[in-house]
């Protein structure tokens, strides 16, 4: 297959609009924070027209404020993508139209393309937001290119108007943050706090909500687990061991729907929490398994169902 060409002018507002479209279907089915190279993978068979990085960089250049960039830590080679702050993924996906024709006009205001701006210039860390890293816009402050960084400006009332018809307050790096610390008066070191403490609440919310998917989701992995052990009732050995890399592809094949390996991982972890005398996860060095004994579902079900 092959793809057109995605950098002018005229067919970034459609490359947006398959972004926001392929965000919104993963929401619909997940509440994990998708990843961009996913996402662009989704977004280019949707399009027939190549969406990358690039794409995305070149869309923060018109408004750093049309989604949510993610830093999962040095052990991961990709971002996370997510919807604006503030917005749930249900009002996420009834803004998609408003969102597609501010963004095409916002464009169109642009004699030049802006440059682009880098992920790593404005992701924020996953559920790590203590450390000196905000989310949200000081009342008065904006972002402004000074040769190859960014750096905050005070804004005019003017330049306040205009930038309110952007779709998401602004996202701040460590940088730009530590930068801004020093000649804060009462009034906004006390506001900075109160956004740091709803960011907090934002990042416990996110993890309540992933712990509530995942058991609600252990019932139905359980049973996969339990058919594996009468598939070999009659083996000898008292446990069956499974790699978990193995497992988790059996668990996926097995399912109606949708789940991601970590996800299914996870899962796996919560049974193991619950059930410890009957599944295990076993890890020396690079080898990775699950020890299955055998599995009583009646009595098991209960106790998973009893557990908080």
Not at 286 to 291: M, N, S
């Amino acid at each position: 297959m092959t793809f057109e060409a995605s950098d002018s002018l005229q067919s970034l507002p459609n490359l947006f609009n398959a972004l926001d479209s392929v965000l919104s279907i993963h929401y619909a089915s997940s509440i994990t924070v998708p990843k961009v190279h996913d996402l662009c993978e989704k977004a280019t068979r949707l399009t027939k027209r190549r969406v990358d990085i690039n794409t995305i960089e070149q869309i923060l250049g018109y408004d750093l404020q049309v989604y949510q960039i993610i830093y999962f830590g040095s052990n991961s080679f990709d971002y996370g993508m997510c919807s604006p702050k503030g917005l749930s993924p249900l009002q996420f996906g009834a803004l998609l139209p408003s969102r597609r024709i501010s963004f095409k006009e916002r464009v169109s205001s642009f004699r030049d393309a802006p440059p682009i701006v880098k992920l790593s210039e404005v992701a924020v860390p996953f559920l790590d937001t203590t450390q000196g890293v905000s989310l949200g816009r000081l009342a008065s402050t904006s972002l402004k290119r000074q040769g190859n960084s960014l750096c905050l400006v005070t804004k005019s009332p003017k330049d306040t108007r205009i930038s309110s018809k952007s779709i998401l307050s602004l996202t701040e790096n460590s940088a730009l943050h530590s930068c801004l610390v020093e000649g804060l008066s009462l009034i906004e070191r006390i506001k900075q706090k109160e956004r740091k403490n709803k960011l907090n609440s934002l990042g416990n919310t996110i993890k309540e909500n992933h712990v509530r998917y995942i058991r609600s989701k252990v019932p139905v992995v359980y049973d996969i687990l339990y058919e594996l052990t009468l598939m070999n009732a009659g083996e000898q050995k008292p446990f069956k061991t499974v790699p978990t890399r193995k497992l988790i592809s059996i668990i996926k094949d097995s399912l109606s729907y949708s789940m991601t390996d970590e996800e299914i991982s996870d899962t796996i972890h919560e049974i193991a929490r619950v059930l410890q005398d009957k599944v295990k996860v076993i890890q020396v060095g690079e080898i990775h398994a699950i020890k299955i004994f055998p599995l009583n579902r009646n009595q098991d079900l209960d106790k998973i169902n009893k557990t908080d």
